[in-house]
């Protein structure tokens, strides 16, 4: 089984500041990692994607996460926050042998202040 | 594309009623997910289809819920007899044929409320 734990609910950066959202997963197996961002009365979209290739990842609207094994870690990161960027944040897993399904963690809202 | 399309967008009903949201997914992907999402529970997958065939339901709150795939356009999700804390928003999801592991596409979501 797999789970992924994301610190913090709610997140407020001043616009222009850097971005990080925390993600610690847990899995027996390698993991597949990922990123999702929820904007208000939409559904989730991908923003990044780790499967076993480079442990740094880049994503789209300048957002990148770096896979850390020792640390459990898949900590999202953006270095200069947009009034855009305003959103909820969902870091999820599965395992990478065999299809099992997605484990979405909490969630972490992103405010973003001018 | 158009995406996956879920209809309604939003649904208010009564308790006891029955209640169906639909879902058509993106075409050409084989699996459908049905997840639901609360403030107190977050984003829960309900179940999952792999052409058209339920692979795992464990996430079905209970038999007042069912979900069917009649073909690869398009699958249902009822609620009967429909219950208060059944109000969540409902999501569809599809992903690329052969790549499970792949990016799962997000419908809008079905706004639903039971009074």
């Known amino acids: 089984a797999q789970s992924v734990t994301q610190l913090g609910s709610h997140v407020s950066v001043s616009e222009g500041a850097l971005v990080l959202l925390r993600c610690n997963y847990s899995?027996?197996?390698?993991?597949?990692l990922f990123w999702y961002v929820q904007y208000p009365n939409q559904g989730l979209q991908l923003l990044l994607k780790y499967t076993s290739a480079a442990t740094l990842v880049k994503g789209i609207n300048g957002f990148e996460a770096e896979f850390k094994k020792s640390e459990t870690s898949f900590h999202l990161t953006k270095p200069s926050a947009h009034m855009s960027d305003a959103a909820e944040y969902f870091c999820a897993v599965t395992a990478s042998g065999g299809y099992q399904k997605v484990t979405f963690g909490t969630g972490t809202k992103l405010q973003v202040i001018p | 594309d158009a995406g996956v399309i879920q209809s309604p967008r939003h649904e208010v009903t009564e308790m006891g009623q029955e209640v169906t949201l639909r879902c058509k997914p993106i075409s050409g992907h084989d699996y459908l997910f049905w997840y639901r999402q609360t403030m107190m529970r977050g984003l829960e997958l309900l179940i999952y289809?792999?052409?058209?065939?339920?692979?795992?339901d464990s996430g079905m709150p209970e038999d007042r819920f069912s979900a069917k795939m009649p073909n690869a356009s398009f699958s249902t999700l009822k609620i009967q007899p429909s219950e208060p804390r059944d109000s969540a928003v409902y999501f569809c999801?599809?992903?690329?044929?052969?790549?499970?592991?792949?990016?799962?596409?997000f419908g809008p979501g079905t706004r639903l409320t039971v009074l």
């Open positions: 999801a599809s992903s690329n044929p052969g790549t499970p592991r792949d990016e799962q596409f």
């Open positions: 289809f792999n052409n058209n065939v339920p692979i795992d």
């Open positions: 899995s027996s197996v390698p993991p597949y």
